[in-house]
């Protein structure tokens, strides 16, 4: 799932988390680092919106400790396409 997708599924939490996003969203749209300074500082930036937004997502009970890339993923999944009856 992209970054966007990811947005859009979270939009109704609030402005802090909406933020979090859009700095995913640029970070992730940057230029490639091409040093290893940059790469490491890259990474940890990306590390750290990646935690305070999981921990966003446990606050807004989408996900629970301990959480898995699968629990971050299943609460950005769209709602399933319902069976029809054969």
Do not use: W
């Amino acid at each position: 799932m992209d970054i966007a997708t990811a947005g859009s599924r979270i939009k109704p939490l609030d402005r802090y988390t909406n933020n979090l996003v859009a700095q995913a969203r640029e970070l992730l749209s940057s230029r490639a680092p091409t040093t290893a300074p940059e790469a490491v500082a890259y990474l940890r930036a990306l590390g750290q919106l990646t935690s305070e937004l999981v921990d966003q997502l446990i606050a807004a009970h989408l996900v629970s400790p301990p959480v898995s890339e699968q629990d971050v993923l299943s609460a950005f999944a769209p709602p399933a396409p319902a069976l029809s009856p054969c």
